[in-house]
Structures are given as structure tokens and as C-alpha cells.
């Protein structure tokens, strides 16, 4: 069964632009969690989504956005780039949600904004 | 929203020792707690996970503990070895709509 797979692996974006990163889930997962992990914050809840539709929601501003579509698959948005915004964005599936369950994550997407 | 708090954020023990990293969290009403070990350049993964109407759980060298009046639940690795070390991070549901919150993580390094 394949892993949980991002893309792009890198991207290096300049302030100001905007960003769309991809999330294929495992075959048969329903659920979608997006996180930021960094240095000092480690990782940081942005979003779960669950058949198309967002569940929960972190503590980001609204430059942050997602969506899911009907064969489960994830896409996450930044828009108007910070500096402060280069992080691994990781995302992870799961059969159901990640709340009782094991999460799957990806490999990550490297975003560095200069 | 929940509040995960770990400790210690580095670990160094002499390969063959033990290693015991300890959480708190602060919603009691948190019923799944979940430990994901991530070494340098790759993904988390579970390693072990625990729900709250066990106190115990063992997986050959690792086991977790979980005390649910203290609100504290503890990772501790036996005979450790060197491709244990890694970054460990521990987990618990955020209140809500707050997904899942981590711990910060401890860096383990094991001596040889």
C-alpha cells in the first residue's frame, strides 16, 4: 500500500507570493491533517479535513487555507508569503480522524520564503 | 484548547541504559495519547499510543504509562540502542476543534 505522498518536496517561494501544496492520503483513509513544524514551535496544528469537509481548524491567521477533494486528496494554501512562513509542512491520514487514531504522515513539503 | 508540555527537550543516556521522557497535558477530557518518534531528515511515525482506560502499555523495549488524575503520561525506552535516537514527540487531542496537539519533542541521543 503507498505511504502518504507529498509534492513539491522543496519550493522557494519570494514574500509576498502565494503557495498551493499537495497531499495524496493512504488508499482508503478519509482524513487530513495539515501541521507546521519548525525549529522553536516543533509541530503545530493547522487543519483536518474529513470528506471534503474542514473538522477542525488551528491557531493560524487566514492566510492559511485548505480543502479537500472527493478521492480524498488535500491541498493547502498560503497566501501573501511571510518570512516567518519557511517551515516542513507535513501532512498525515487517517482512516478516520487523527484524534483516536494512528496518523500516517508524509515526507514533508520544505517552503523556504526569502 | 489543549496544552501539551514535555520534558526534558534533550536526553542523553549510555547505550544499554534507560530512557524516560514525560508529558502533561491539561484537557481532561483527552482520551488518546499517542508517542511519534522522527529521526533526522524523515517523517514522524507512531511508535506507541495509549487510551485512557489503560494505565500501561508495553511494545517489547518501549512502554507507556498514563496517569489520568495527574494528567501526565510517560515514554520510557529499555536497553537502549542506537538507532534510537531521534527526536520523540508525545500527543493528546486538542479541546474542540483543536486536532492534535504536540509536545515540543526531546532530542535523544544514545552514547555509545
Known amino acids: 500500500k503507498a505511504g502518504v505522498t507529498q509534492t513539491p518536496r522543496y519550493l522557494i517561494k519570494t514574500r509576498g507570493q502565494q503557495v498551493t501544496l499537495s497531499c495524496s492520503p493512504i488508499?482508503?483513509?478519509?482524513?487530513v491533517s495539515w501541521y507546521q513544524q519548525t525549529p522553536g514551535q516543533g509541530l503545530q496544528f493547522l487543519f483536518e479535513?474529513?470528506?471534503?469537509?474542514?473538522?477542525n481548524k488551528g491557531n493560524f491567521p487566514g492566510r492559511f487555507s485548505g480543502r479537500q477533494f472527493s478521492n480524498s486528496r488535500s491541498e493547502m494554501n498560503v497566501s501573501t508569503l511571510e518570512l516567518g512562513d519557511s517551515a516542513l509542512y507535513l501532512c498525515?491520514?487517517?482512516?478516520?480522524?487523527?484524534?483516536?487514531?494512528?496518523?500516517?504522515f508524509g515526507q514533508g513539503t520544505r517552503l523556504t520564503v526569502v | 484548547g489543549e496544552n501539551v508540555e514535555q520534558h526534558p527537550s534533550t536526553l542523553s543516556v549510555q547505550e544499554g541504559d534507560s530512557a524516560v521522557i514525560k508529558c502533561t497535558y491539561s484537557?481532561?477530557?483527552?482520551?488518546?495519547f499517542p508517542w511519534y518518534k522522527q529521526e533526522l531528515g524523515k517523517r514522524p511515525q507512531l511508535i506507541i499510543d495509549?487510551?485512557?482506560?489503560?494505565g500501561e502499555k508495553k511494545d517489547q523495549r518501549i512502554a507507556v504509562t498514563l496517569n489520568k488524575t495527574a494528567k501526565h503520561f510517560s515514554l520510557h525506552i529499555t536497553e537502549t540502542q542506537p538507532e534510537d535516537s531521534a527526536v520523540y514527540f508525545c500527543?493528546?487531542?486538542?479541546?474542540?476543534?483543536?486536532?492534535?496537539?504536540f509536545g515540543k519533542g526531546t532530542h535523544l541521543i544514545i552514547q555509545p
Open positions: 500527543a493528546a487531542p486538542g479541546g474542540g476543534a483543536d486536532g492534535l496537539t
Open positions: 495509549i487510551r485512557s482506560n489503560v
Open positions: 484537557d481532561s477530557a483527552s482520551n488518546y
Open positions: 479535513y474529513f470528506s471534503e469537509t474542514q473538522r
Open positions: 488508499s482508503g483513509h478519509r482524513s
Open positions: 498525515a491520514s487517517s482512516l478516520i480522524d487523527s484524534l483516536n487514531t494512528e496518523a500516517f
